[in-house]
């Protein structure tokens, strides 16, 4: 198996070539991926909150951040303070660390994945979610789906698709 970080390096000069790109630094690559998780009605529970922070630390391996509510709304029964989401956003090589894990063993292991759907916002940016009900999440104490989204440095997405597929991320 070879990681992640590997193959983007011969991926460069191939991207070079494909898209006829001059100079190196106009080469798209993955500029952050950011995971967020809704803990919704679950915010009032401290020890859920701290499980769910735990859990995500352990899958990021950098430190998340717990956004909470700024105002009350009694239609959604949310208080002011109270935990509303987990935050990472991962840059550098940590990205690759996250990909390899994502890849080649979480990914497969989501019940009837046939792979990702090609869904690029006009950005050319990639955004998917794991279900809180797959198997993965049942070792966390995720039961709520976890949010995903690979930021791109480029505004084309051929150029992300081919990218992305080179990378060994599984579209459908």
Known sequence: MISTIENYKKIIPEMQKEFDIQNIHAVPKISKISLS???????NDKK???SV???????????????????SNANFKIREG??????CTLRGKKIF???DRLIYSALPRLRDFKGLKKSFDKAG?????????????YEC???NDLNIALSVSCSDSKKTEFLLSKINIPFI
């Open 82 to 87: 109270q935990p509303l989401v987990v935050i």
């Open 48 to 50: 859920i909150v701290d």
């Open 37 to 43: 998780f809704n803990l919704s009605s679950m915010g």
């Open 53 to 71: 922070f735990n859990d995500m630390l352990i899958i990021t391996g950098s430190l998340p951040v717990i956004k909470n509510a700024t105002f």
């Open 141 to 143: 104490n995720f039961t």
């Open 125 to 137: 940016n990639l955004s998917f979610t794991i279900p809180g009900q797959s198997a993965i999440m």
């Open 97 to 99: 660390h996250f990909l």
